[in-house]
């Protein structure tokens, strides 16, 4: 009988994978997922059969993930960082489930984002945090707004998910004002750019001057709460242990 395994590669390189992710993409008989993930870890596993599809395509991803798993294969959907958070896990779940299919599912987390970029930059997630994405795809602009408003009320760290594209270009700068009402300029800012991956780049800025940075679609941005700083060039967010 077939199976489905959901499965977070982590941010790019093997050794950012789970051993469990890599057991069950070598377990698989045929691996799916979105071109550039796929390319991420084809030369991993050489023998395996992949299938991919664009960007925007997920339901059609996960139909054919379906697919697969309903003709007898073991089948691996991937997802970049953690497939539970901004991944492919959620919407899989709802087109078996809309399919009634009996098909086993197994998800299998994976390092995310915030957590690879988090080590790059230091330790800014020692305290409360909020992650936002800033891609309003699927998610109304005045929604994103009033979340980053409220989490930036609630001094959380901010870690800011798809943060610019060629269509939202100015999305970024939208949230950085934002931020400029409840925070210090000097505020540390962290942008980390593929983790993880060829081009690997890590960058500590200010709320000021953070937009004087190259910021992409591959980069998460952690803008630091009220206690945060910045020392041998490490972004630190106190717990409030006392030394
Ligand atoms: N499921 C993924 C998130 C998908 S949303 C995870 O758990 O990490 C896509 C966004 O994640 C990107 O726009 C970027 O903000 C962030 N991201 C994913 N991989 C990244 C990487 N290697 N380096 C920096 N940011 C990354």
Redesign the pocket.
Known sequence: MGKIYIV?IG??DMANMTYRAAKAIEAADIVVGYGAYIELIRDYFPEKEFASSGMTREVQRCRLALEKARSGLKTALV????SG???MAGIMLQVLNESGSQIPVEIIP?V??AS??ASLLGAPLMHDFAVI?LSDLLTPWELICKRIRLALQGDFVLCL???RSKKRSGYIGIARDIAMEYRRPETPVGI??????KNEGCEIASLEGMLNFDID????VIIGNSATYVENGRMITPRGYVL
């Open positions: 977070g941010p790019g997802s970049s960082g953690d958070i901004y991944g994976g995310t984002a690879a970029a994405s998910y798809n943060p980390v750019r593929n983790a993880g991956r679609m591959f980069s998460t």
